[in-house]
């Protein structure tokens, strides 16, 4: 009887396990690997893409309590986008919220997600955001006649003061946008709802995207770039070949905190060939110091 009684408390654990939600998650993840691969650019191989997703419910659990529609819509924004979610290289995150009263995925672009997005428009000659320190030298003004002057110590830099967008166009045209500490935790508080988000672990770069979708709303900008950049911070339950052009469904009035445990991977899925970080590395394209109409020379001592 005691050995019947294992093997059907056995059976149940499997069977418990079988259900549960992760394991569910796990198995609609792989079913969407056909929509995965029509929607993925070339840099990024299906297989590549699903096990980052699957490493992301890995080690955010609180993922697999989330609807499965948004946690798809999640997922499919960020692959139609072609951006990696939640791995060091900060492109893209997928965020557990509780929007009303439910447990779901929020998609959010890191900085350096926008920049890339920005360069594949065909539209930016150069564009990055940096971070100003209390002893650089940091002069900006608006304007009939903007300009920005950042010359970085070389040392002792202190502690970080103002964050700051700019981009060239490859028409000449030009902007920037200046932030300082207070005006980026002012907008976390107001828009950034999650007691563990990208905020804790990577804020410089979630102030830099800050700056640089507040230059990017007045730059002249085609259409699909802006749709792109909007489905930065957005829930949505609707899966289609467009995600850009599917409704937002986060009701900022209700968002409540979820409390998220994140779970250190031993081997991150994330890890890229050596010839795939090539490609990476490739998107991001450095300022070319004469294109500037300002100064980012470093300090003379």
């Not at 060091?88 to 672009?109: E, K, S, V, W």
């Not at 935790?185 to 990577?202: G, I, L, M, V, Y």
């Not at 979708?213 to 007045?218: A, C, D, E, I, Q």
Request: proline share 6%; with cysteine; hydrophobic share 35%.
């Amino acid at each position: 009887m005691a050995v019947k009684q294992a093997l059907a408390n056995k059976a149940n654990g499997k069977k418990q396990v079988a259900n549960s939600p992760q394991k569910n998650l796990r198995q609609m993840i792989q079913a969407m690997q056909p929509q995965i691969e029509k929607a993925l650019p070339s840099v990024i191989t299906p297989e590549r893409f699903t096990r980052m997703v699957l490493t992301a419910v890995s080690t955010t659990p609180q993922l697999a309590n989330c609807t499965q529609e948004s946690f798809m819509g999640a997922m499919m924004s960020a692959a139609q986008l072609g951006l990696e979610p939640n791995t060091p290289l900060g492109q893209a995150y997928i965020i557990p919220y509780r929007n009303h009263g439910t447990m779901q995925a929020q998609f959010q672009i890191g900085y350096k997600g926008m920049i890339d997005l920005a360069h594949r428009s065909g539209e930016f000659k150069s564009i990055d955001a940096r971070v100003v320190f209390e002893n650089d030298v940091f002069e900006y003004e608006y304007g009939l006649e903007p300009r920005l002057i950042h010359k970085p110590a070389t040392s002792n830099r202190g502690k970080a003061i103002y964050y700051y967008a700019v981009y060239t166009l490859v028409n000449g045209g030009f902007g920037f946008e200046v932030m300082s500490v207070e005006d980026v935790k002012e907008h976390r508080r107001k828009f950034s709802k999650a007691r563990t988000s990208p905020w804790d672990t990577n804020f410089d770069e979630m102030a830099k995207k800050t700056v640089l979708k507040r230059v990017l709303k007045y730059a002249p900008i085609k259409t699909e770039f802006a749709k792109q950049v909007n489905t930065d911070s957005t829930i949505k339950t609707n899966i289609s070949e467009s995600m850009v052009d599917e409704q937002d469904q986060t009701d900022w009035d209700n968002m409540e905190e979820a409390e998220v445990e994140v779970i250190d991977d031993e081997e991150p899925a994330a890890q890229e060939p050596a010839q795939e970080q090539t490609e990476q590395q490739q998107a991001f394209i450095p300022i070319p110091e004469d294109d500037l109409p300002f100064s980012t020379e470093p300090e003379q001592e």
